[in-house]
């Protein structure tokens, strides 16, 4: 599809969604619902680059009477913003001395030399990797490993779905995974509600992690077990070079850090401000004799990641200040009459499902802000918890392309037939949407 057809079709479809929203709301919150299927469409097709259309929010909305320019730039600076920023400073890092190969290469020898084994450690290794760095480009590191370790189709694309897959599993696990998890902790510390520290969040998402992973690599052995891995994980692990110790070193000490800081706050009521300990050690990777990176290595910082969160935040702040939240909730009322289990297993199903067919950054954006309006009434603990459901279940969503950036990134590949990636996805869907529900009824409102 050329720039010119996409960007026509998008204005379109943003003018048919606004005109049909005129139907159920007012004329304000029409322009909204018409300028977001705009700005989705755009992020699908790609008429235009990430950033731009990441950036249009800041025209559009005040030249439509969205939202006053003053309420929107804000939103590209919030605080939430820089703990990732700190992160990719430490991805750029590890990629630039090559420390993610030894990781794979180190994990990939734990497992047996077998069909499941491999599709064990190419998941295991993406989650783990994404769960401290962007599944984005922990997918973008490990496609070429899992693309070329077998020549057999069968298994190519059967590695692939476990790199994307786990990228997506993984990424749940710490707030920096990926972008979904900052958009609900930036909405959380506007309205005032309880923030996860780093430690908590990650003791809270280690169950649905744990089974995910012990459930989703067997779905994607199904069918494979005569073909042969001959010859797979035979290569000798390398050894880690000094600077790369180094490295490593910081990284432990950074765990240890974080770690730290929640007992602190748990115990003792004191902590660090994780922002602020994020951002610290990803500079630190300028400084002489400690650090790896020069100011020219930030050229592959993707500072359009860090525009869609500022749409993000911008569309979440739009959909409540003119209320267009509240209207939705009221319309879908009939959720808070479900018993919480059903809540949340219905909550999970809607945005795992919806999230196919759009970025799971944008619709995170937008759902959020509607579940909140359930949440508030809640008790804080239940409401939380609620609105933790719709923001991991935008992450697993495992059908299309388009759903998630790491489905994306291996369907670039051309190896993967669409059909089967939305065969075994819907699979995953159905697995992921129950263990979800089910770890947050049985086991969340006891942790929180």
């Known amino acids: 599809m050329s720039e010119f057809k996409g960007l026509t079709i998008a204005l379109m479809i943003g003018v048919v969604f606004s005109l049909l929203a005129l139907i159920l709301f007012t004329t304000t919150q029409s322009l909204l619902i018409g300028l977001v299927a705009l700005l989705v469409t755009l992020w699908t097709n790609e008429a235009l680059p990430l950033g731009v259309v990441s950036l249009l929010p800041i025209i559009l909305f005040p ?14 600076s919030k605080s939430i913003i820089f703990l990732f920023l700190g992160g990719f400073m430490l991805a750029i890092a590890i990629e630039k001395i090559k420390l993610h190969l030894y990781f794979s290469s180190k994990l990939l020898s734990y497992f047996p030399k077998t069909v499941l084994g491999v599709i064990y450690a190419l998941t295991i290794t993406s989650a783990l990797l994404s769960s401290i760095l962007s599944n984005t480009t922990i997918t973008l590191m490990l496609m070429p490993i899992a ?61 649905i992690v744990i089974i995910m992973l012990t459930v989703i690599p067997w779905l994607l052995s199904l069918g494979l077990k005569y073909e042969s891995v001959d ?12 600077n790369q110790k180094r490295l490593y070193s910081i990284i432990i000490l950074l765990a240890i850090t974080l770690i730290g800081n929640t007992f602190s706050k748990e115990l003792l009521g004191v902590s660090l401000n994780e922002k602020m300990v994020l951002l610290g050690f990803g500079l630190l990777m300028f400084f002489p004799k400690i650090g790896f990176l020069t100011w020219e290595d930030t050229r592959n910082m993707p500072y ?66 509607i579940f909140y309006e359930f ?7 239940e409401g939380t918890l609620l609105l933790m459901v ?18 994306a990134i291996v369907m670039s590949s051309r190896v993967i037939p669409i059909a089967q990636m939305a065969r075994v996805g819907f699979k995953a869907n159905l697995i992921g949407i129950l263990i979800l529900a089910l770890v947050a009824y049985f ?4 942790m929180l």
């Open 375 to 381: 949440a508030k009434d809640m008790p804080v603990g």
């Open 443 to 446: 086991l969340w409102r006891f």
């Open 231 to 242: 010859g797979i994980g035979d290569e000798e692990i390398p050894k880690l070079e000094k």
């Open 390 to 407: 719709a923001t991991v279940s935008a992450s697993y969503a495992f059908m299309m392309p388009i759903a998630t950036p790491p489905n």
């Open 304 to 369: 359009e990641i860090i525009m869609l969160f500022g749409a993000g935040f911008s569309i979440a702040t739009a959909f409540s200040t003119t209320g267009l939240a509240a209207d939705i909730a009221t319309k879908l009322s009939f959720i808070s009459e479900m018993p919480l289990f059903w809540m949340f297993l219905f909550v999970a199903f809607f945005v795992a499902f919806s999230t196919e067919v759009t970025s799971n950054t944008a619709l995170t954006s937008i759902v959020i802000p």
């Open 63 to 76: 030249s439509f009477g969205v939202l006053d320019l003053s309420a929107i730039t804000p939103n590209y």
């Open 147 to 207: 693309l070329y370790l077998s020549d057999n189709l069968k298994l190519k694309i059967r590695f692939l779905l476990a790199t994307a897959y786990g990228a997506s599993i993984g990424g749940i696990l710490t707030p920096i995974g990926t972008a979904p998890n900052l958009i609900l902790l930036g909405f959380l510390e506007d309205k005032h509600m309880p923030v996860l520290s780093f430690g908590e969040w990650i003791y809270m998402m280690l169950p």
